[in-house]
């Protein structure tokens, strides 16, 4: 269950699918005036360093926001979280989720995060100064705080699918999160595998919530024999303006294809 490390993937094609989306859900909430609460399931260390060795053995990074980059503006949200992130970190820094989120979310906000991995937490601890970070199973921490103080807010849920019984159980913790929390804007982002296993999930998601959203992308495998070939994302609530993103995103993606 704790094996899972993403300093070997940060940064890659994936990462810059759902990072991207969720930069421009968070740039749109902030817009308004009143607070919001942003709630991460799985956040792994939030800063990871694309020099080093872990990136270096997968290519992974070297195949997603290395190429990707030029695909954003300099005020896309995504592109300055990127930057304040490298300004304070350093030029081979990447910003998982709760740091994009950190960058991106005002002082009023409220930002908490949970990981099981004992050096994942301490590292989100340093990462995130004035965040509530969470040494606890994520989707049980959502469970107990939905819905939040402030109730408008956003939530990543975002597993390793380490353990494949998560396909089947995270569309129930979904619905369940659903309906203790009908405002939130909630976003399950799930890999599209040459195994399949994604399709039976992907299919009770799609069937579950009137007026949810899917955004998936396909790329070419970052190495021979790869099980990872897309990403997909799935948002109930989506903020205006996100299905327009998620295509022109999807548009270069497909640019991609072999």
Do not use: C
């Given at each position: 269950?704790?094996?899972y490390q993403h300093a070997y993937?940060?940064?890659?094609?994936?990462?810059?699918?759902?990072?991207?989306?969720?930069?421009?859900?968070?740039?749109?909430?902030?817009r308004k005036a009143k607070p919001?609460?942003?709630?991460?399931?799985?956040?792994?260390?939030?800063?990871?360093?694309?020099?080093?060795?872990?990136?270096?053995?997968?290519?992974?990074?070297?195949?997603?926001?290395?190429?990707?980059?030029?695909?954003?503006?300099?005020?896309?949200?995504?592109?300055?979280?990127?930057?304040?992130?490298?300004?304070?970190?350093?030029?081979?820094?990447?910003?998982?989720?709760?740091?994009?989120?950190?960058?991106?979310?005002?002082?009023?906000?409220?930002?908490?995060?949970?990981?099981?991995?004992?050096?994942?937490?301490?590292?989100?601890?340093?990462?995130?100064?004035?965040?509530?970070?969470?040494?606890?199973?994520?989707?049980?921490?959502?469970?107990?705080?939905?819905?939040?103080?402030?109730?408008?807010?956003?939530?990543?849920?975002?597993?390793?699918?380490?353990?494949?019984?998560?396909?089947?159980?995270?569309?129930?913790?979904?619905?369940?999160?659903?309906?203790?929390?009908?405002?939130?804007?909630?976003?399950?982002?799930?890999?599209?595998?040459?195994?399949?296993?994604?399709?039976?999930?992907?299919?009770?998601?799609?069937?579950?919530?009137?007026?949810?959203?899917?955004?998936?992308?396909?790329?070419?495998?970052?190495?021979?024999?790869?099980?990872?070939?897309?990403?997909?994302?799935?948002?109930?609530?989506?903020?205006?303006?996100?299905?327009?993103?998620?295509?022109?995103?999807?548009?270069?993606?497909?640019?991609?294809?072999?």
């Amino acid at each position: 269950m704790l094996s899972y490390q993403h300093a070997y993937h940060a940064g890659n094609a994936a990462d810059v699918h759902k990072h991207a989306l969720l930069a421009v859900a968070l740039e749109y909430m902030t817009r308004k005036a009143k607070p919001l609460t942003y709630l991460e399931t799985h956040g792994g260390r939030a800063l990871y360093d694309l020099a080093g060795a872990e990136a270096a053995k997968t290519g992974e990074a070297a195949a997603g926001i290395a190429k990707m980059q030029g695909w954003f503006e300099a005020d896309h949200p995504y592109a300055r979280a990127l930057s304040e992130t490298r300004n304070e970190a350093g030029p081979d820094a990447y910003p998982g989720s709760p740091r994009i989120a950190w960058e991106l979310l005002r002082e009023a906000d409220r930002l908490i995060v949970a990981e099981r991995h004992p050096r994942e937490v301490a590292a989100l601890r340093e990462a995130l100064p004035g965040a509530e970070v969470h040494a606890a199973d994520g989707p049980a921490l959502a469970m107990s705080l939905a819905p939040p103080t402030p109730r408008r807010g956003f939530a990543l849920v975002d597993p390793s699918y380490e353990v494949k019984s998560e396909f089947a159980e995270i569309p129930r913790f979904l619905a369940k999160l659903h309906r203790k929390w009908p405002v939130g804007v909630i976003m399950l982002w799930y890999p599209i595998l040459t195994s399949g296993a994604e399709r039976e999930m992907v299919a009770r998601l799609d069937a579950m919530v009137e007026g949810a959203v899917f955004s998936e992308v396909r790329f070419p495998p970052a190495r021979p024999g790869h099980g990872m070939i897309g990403s997909g994302l799935w948002l109930v609530n989506p903020p205006w303006g996100w299905a327009e993103a998620a295509a022109g995103l999807e548009a270069r993606f497909a640019g991609l294809a072999p």
